[in-house]
Structure formats: C-alpha cells, structure tokens
C-alpha cells in the first residue's frame, strides 16, 4: 500500500541534466525525511541527498556542486536536480523516505540512470 513511485530516470549523455521525482503515496504516516541513494555496479549504495521536514538538506561528496534536493512537502514529493552529469553517475537511483514516529524506512523500487555517449 505504501509506494515511493519514482520518474525522471533514462539515458542522458554526459555533461546533461536529468531530474528524477518520487512522490511517496499510502499510509506512509508523516514523512520526516526523504532522500536520494544511489548504488553502481559493483560498489555499496550511497547516499546522493537528503531533506528534513524543516527543510535542512544534506550531500553525499559524489555529486556535490552538481546537484540539489528540493521538495513539494504538500505533495509528498522530493526532486533531485542533476547536472553536469559524468558517465560514472551511471547508477540506479533508489528513492528512500523514512516517516512517522519511529522513524520506518520505505525505499522506491530504484530507476536505471545511464551517462553514456
């Protein structure tokens, strides 16, 4: 019933823009947090980006300078805005949210990114 529906990933080439959504939908309760991981062939997930209920963001060292979360708190909605994007962002892109009093994590189903020429 709990969804993290995710949109905006695809084949883009390098030094491009993608923005990825997810908008989180069910019973999810009150969202405290929302962010962006990624994980590569190979390598461990890590963290892209994160935004807090107030507003407070964070980033991973990655894609820092390059990229920005934002947020439609009324639409349960949180944005990463990609740019200057390199072949070794290529990734799946796994939307995560973490909500209500004690803090249950949810996770999207991830969506394919490809920086390639």
């Known amino acids: 019933q709990v969804q993290l529906v995710e949109s905006g990933g695809g084949l883009v080439q390098p030094g491009g823009s993608l923005r990825l959504s997810c908008a989180a939908s069910g019973s999810i309760g009150r969202i405290n947090v929302m962010a962006w991981y990624r994980q590569a062939p190979g390598k461990e997930r890590e963290l892209v980006a994160s935004?807090?209920?107030?507003?407070?963001?964070n980033y991973g060292d990655s894609l820092k300078g390059r990229v920005t979360i934002f947020r439609d708190t009324a639409k349960n909605t949180v944005y990463l805005q990609m740019n200057s994007l390199k072949p070794e962002d290529t990734a799946v892109y796994y939307c995560n949210a973490r909500a209500g009093v004690g803090w249950a994590t949810y996770w999207g189903q991830g969506t394919q990114v490809t920086v390639s020429s």
């Open positions: 935004i807090f209920s107030g507003g407070t963001t």
